[in-house]
């Protein structure tokens, strides 16, 4: 058979597939004698759709012709950088960056040895059992971004809308089922309030140490709205909260030491309460970071991930005088060491201020901590007042009320990076107009599995099944309601698929079954771009404006092109 003669088939054969759906939505409604239209109190009830069961069959088997017929997306770019909001380069005259996970990107060594350090405290100072210490790090277990129901003890995935995405919330290592999630909460859908904490604290200097329920009826309003348009609540207010949200890379060995803990205790009939056993674990994890720090900086080409695009990121900043800082929660000892090995030990020629120990989010927040400059020679943080912040010299603490008055920078001026939504990007972008953009490493491996063959057709399919899901699903006859639910069962199938390709427990960070994660929406919200990588940057002119794609909204046309 000629080629020319094999593509006339496939065309013949795509455009029967077609019309056959097409006369899925477009055929004529056939009436039943005893229907009638029915008004009811400005509403009407609309007739039902009647198909034979071939119908069906023939609808579902023109969809996969369809499908199959359709050319793969092409593959996404990883060294690409996305944007959420317009951002134009050439409004960016100052560069700044926070250290670890921005500049600097650990080997899992650092997971790992931070999650031994972490059950070594539980055993020899809070007394857990000695078993304990055979527990392994496992790295795939948990992902950025997950929240943690501190009372209940239960791991779990959430959307943009506070709902669970079934079969990715935990107790310990044993994943719930729907009726599990149904028993426990009632519903898959969390109220804001129970997510994000019961808030009482302050806002700003105006409620300083003012107890939300002694305000007035005007300002609680207006302090819950704040809430509810997604204020950091790692800085301006302050919650107890049962939730806790993981949404930083430290995090991971934290929550896999937490549930293999719990799943221990439970192997073995051990009673425990889930409040303690959380806060055992954080206050264990947290005290181990000196330590952490220390062995890290002994042994730096061990622990770190050298980018030798990152000289060329820095040089090109500098040739364009762009004036650059780095604002770090670490100690400078420890952040000396791995920009020495990653830029160079002149590394600091770089950057015209320098703030380490900072104490973030606290930094941006409480405008009465003064900079303190650190001694060099005696490693001793001196007494006297800081008046000016100079190129060559270190800082310690601070806040960003007196590093813009000093430096004379405005907000939209200023591009700033970091890797953790609230507690680098929330408070300057929403309170100080800095421009904002998230390093996010997880998205070389995200994109990795976005670009295989077996993502593609499945997401593909998936998506074209449920529209004839979404079409069907009002027929009246019972035969015809089986055949929906068996595509329903199918569906069901290829969401798990989907999601195991990312991480068979909790699947990808940025995207549930239907709707973006809870990180997902934070991050959008907070960034207004977002990348694997600083050097990615390299891609791009100096004047480079970066677009937000344009969405398409519910109510929308699903193309624009026929």
């Known amino acids: 058979m000629e080629p020319a003669d094999c593509r006339r088939r496939t065309s013949l054969a795509t455009m029967r597939s077609l019309q056959s759906i097409y006369s899925l939505f477009l055929a004529p409604v056939r009436l039943r004698p005893s229907l009638e239209i029915v008004r009811l109190t400005g509403m009407y009830t609309i007739p039902k759709r009647e198909y034979s069961q071939e119908f069906l069959h023939k609808c579902y088997q023109d969809h996969r012709a369809l499908w199959e017929s359709k050319k793969m997306p092409d593959d996404v770019n990883p060294k690409a950088v996305f944007g959420s909001n317009e951002l134009d380069l050439r409004d960016i005259k100052v560069y700044g960056f926070d250290y670890d996970y921005t500049l600097a990107n650990y080997e899992v060594a650092v997971e790992t040895l931070i999650y031994d350090l972490g059950k070594n405290v539980l055993v020899s100072k809070y007394r857990y059992p000695e078993e304990i210490k055979s527990l392994q790090y496992n790295r795939d277990f948990a992902v950025r971004g997950l929240h943690y129901d501190i009372e209940k003890g239960l791991l779990m995935k959430m959307d943009q809308f506070q709902k669970i995405q079934v079969g990715s919330i935990y107790r310990g290592l044993t994943c719930l089922s729907r009726e599990d999630i149904h028993d426990i909460y009632g519903t898959r859908s969390l109220p804001l309030h129970y997510v994000e904490g019961h808030l009482r604290g302050s806002f700003g200097e105006d409620y300083a140490d003012t107890s939300v329920e002694h305000l007035d009826k005007d300002k609680k309003t207006s302090l819950y709205m704040m809430a509810r348009d997604e204020m950091n609540p790692l800085t301006t207010l302050h919650f107890h909260t049962k939730m806790a949200h993981l949404a930083d890379l430290f995090s991971l060995p934290e929550m896999c030491l937490l549930s293999q803990v719990a799943q221990y205790f439970h192997d073995h009939n051990l009673p425990y309460h889930s409040v303690p056993l959380f806060n055992d674990v954080k206050a264990?994890?947290?005290?181990?970071?000196?330590?952490?720090?220390?062995?890290?900086?002994?042994?730096?080409?061990?622990?770190?991930?050298?980018?030798?695009?990152?000289?060329?990121?820095?040089?090109?900043?500098?040739?364009?005088?762009?004036?650059?800082?780095?604002?770090?929660?670490?100690?400078?000892?420890?952040?000396?060491?791995?920009m020495s090995y990653l830029l160079g030990d002149d590394w600091r020629d770089y950057f015209d201020v320098v703030v380490a120990s900072a104490k973030k989010p606290a930094f941006f927040t409480d405008s009465m901590r003064p900079f303190r400059e650190l001694n060099e020679e005696i490693h001793i943080q001196t007494w006297g007042p800081v008046t000016s912040l100079d190129k060559g010299k270190i800082y310690l603490e601070g806040n960003l009320r007196q590093l813009q008055q000093m430096k004379g920078w405005q907000g939209p001026e200023v591009l700033y990076f970091g890797d953790h939504p609230y507690s680098d990007l929330a408070d300057v972008s929403l309170n100080h107009s800095w421009r904002t953009g998230a390093i996010i490493w997880e998205l070389d491996y995200e994109i990795q599995c976005l670009n295989s063959e077996v993502y593609k057709k499945t997401s593909g399919w998936l998506m074209i099944l449920q529209s004839l899901i979404e079409s069907s699903q009002d027929f009246e006859e019972e035969e015809a309601r089986e055949i929906v639910r068996q595509w329903e069962k199918e569906r069901d199938e290829l969401r798990t698929k989907t999601k195991d390709m990312f991480n068979r427990h909790f699947g990808s960070v940025f995207r549930t079954h239907d709707n973006p994660t809870y990180f997902s929406r934070r991050l959008f919200r907070f960034a207004d771009i977002y990348t694997a990588r600083l050097s990615n940057l390299n891609n791009y002119s100096i004047n480079h404006t970066f677009y937000p794609r344009r969405g398409v909204l519910p109510h929308e046309y699903k193309s624009l092109f026929v």
């Open 284 to 338: 264990a994890i947290a005290s181990i970071h000196p330590e952490m720090h220390r062995i890290v900086g002994r042994n730096i080409s061990e622990y770190l991930i050298k980018d030798p695009s990152l000289v060329t990121f820095f040089n090109r900043l500098k040739e364009h005088k762009k004036e650059i800082f780095i604002i770090t929660n670490s100690p400078f000892y420890f952040v000396n060491a791995g």
